[in-house]
C-alpha cells in the first residue's frame, strides 16, 4: 500500500470511528424512534396493538419522510420483566437513559404507565429535550396540576431544564372520573366502594372518581388501596358486602390496570356479592382490555363497565374508521381501544416531522422535533381533529365506555363533560 493510499484510509477510519462516538447514524438520513411499552405480562392485549399501528403507519408512509431525504426506524422496547409481569421501574429507567445516550433517537413514544413516565420525563428532558408523547399515560400530574389528585411539586418536578419535552394524546384521569360517575348517577347508584391499586394510575383515577362522586351526592363508603400480590380478596369482598348497615354498596369502582390482579378483584366480588347486576363494577381504561375479561372468565365479568380515552368506533372520522380496516387487513380484527391512540400517535410524529422539513429545518435534532410535536395545532387525524395544548395534553375530551358482553367489551357509547 501507498504511503498516501494508506493515509487516506487512515483519515476514512478515523473520520468513521469520531461518528460513532457522536453516537449518530452513519448516513446522517436515518431518524431512529423508539417504542417504550410493557410488552411482557396481560397488558400485551393493549400494548402489542400500540405497537402494531405505530408500526402500520410507518410502513404507510413507506418509514420515509420529508419526499425521502430521511428513513425513518422502529424498535419496540419492553419495560417490562418476567419477574414482575408487568413494568419495572428499574428497566423503564435504564431504557430512557438508553434513548437519551443514542443521539440517532429522536422520538421516545411512550410509556404505557404513568408511574413508568414518572421515572423517565426527566432523564430525558435533560437529553435534548428529547420527545416524549405517550399514546396512553392519564394521570394528570405529569402535565398539570388538578386539585385533589395531584401532588404539590407536580408537574415542574418532572422538568428540570424548564422546557415541556413531554405530551400524550389519551385524556386525562381528572376527565376520567367526572365521566365515570356521571355514567353511574345514570345507572342510579346512590353508594360506592372504591378500591386501587396504589400505583400512580390506579391511586389518581380512583381519588378523581372519589372526588367526583362526592360532588355529585353519591355516598363514598370507603376508598382503599389493596395488595396486587394477593392470592385472593375474599375477605376484603366480605368486608365491604356489609359496609352500608350490613349491605353492599350499589357499585364498586376498581382504580387498576390488568397486571395489578384485577381480574381476580372481579371473580372475588361476583363469589361473595353476586353477579354485576347485583353490585354494579366498573373500572378505567387499565381494565379496557380483553385480558381482563379473559381472567375473570366471560361469565363472571359479564355487565362489568370500563371506559377509556377516545370514541366508540360508531363515532370516529373516516380516517378513524379507515384505520381499524387497514389494522383489521394487516393483523386481524381488533377492538383493543389503545390501538387508534397509537396509530394517531404516530401519525402526529410524522405530520411534527414533516413541518419541521417544511420549514428549512433539521428533524435530527431533538429540539426541534420535540417543539414542533408541542405545536401540533389542528390536526386531522384518526381520533378527529386535535392539538396540543401549551400542557402538552391533547384537546380531544372524550371517552368511550364498554359493557363486558358475551366474553368481549362492546361500545356503550361516547361520553365528555362538554354539553
Known sequence: MSKRLFVLVSLVIAASMLLAACGGAASGKTLKIVSDEP???????????????????????????????????????????????????????????????????????GTFNSGAAKLSIPILNQAGPLLMASPANTYPGLTHVAAGITAANEPGVYYPSGVRNYARVAATDDLQGPIDVNFMVSLGAKTLYILDDQQAYGKGVADSVAQAAKAAGINVLGEEGYDTKAPNYQALMTKISTIDNGNPPQMIFLGAVVDSNSSQILKDKVAIMGDNTKV?????????TQAFIDGAGATVAEG?????????????NAIGTKFYADYAAKYGPTNEPYAVLGYDLMNGLLYAIENVCKAGGDP????????????????????????????????????????????????YGTFSLKK
Open 364 to 411: 435530527s435534532d431533538r429540539a426541534t422535533v420535540t417543539k414542533a410535536f408541542m405545536n401540533i395545532k389542528d390536526f386531522q387525524g384518526a381520533l378527529g381533529t386535535w392539538s396540543i395544548d401549551a400542557n402538552g395534553d391533547i384537546t380531544l375530551p372524550y371517552f368511550k365506555i364498554g359493557q363486558a358482553q358475551g366474553g368481549k367489551y362492546v361500545d
Open 280 to 288: 354494579k363494577f366498573m373500572g378505567p381504561d387499565g381494565i379496557f
Open 39 to 109: 410488552m411482557t405480562g396481560s397488558s400485551l392485549t393493549q400494548t402489542q396493538t400500540i405497537v402494531n399501528a405505530e408500526e402500520l403507519r410507518l410502513a404507510q408512509a413507506n418509514n420515509q419522510a420529508c419526499g425521502g431525504k430521511y428513513t425513518l426506524s422502529y424498535e419496540a422496547w419492553d419495560d417490562a420483566t418476567a419477574a414482575t409481569g408487568q413494568w419495572d421501574g428499574a428497566t423503564e429507567t435504564q431504557n430512557a437513559t438508553k434513548a437519551a445516550a443514542d443521539k440517532s433517537v429522536i422520538a421516545y413514544l
Open 304 to 316: 362489568a363497565y370500563a371506559s377509556t380515552p377516545g370514541l366508540a368506533q360508531k363515532d370516529l
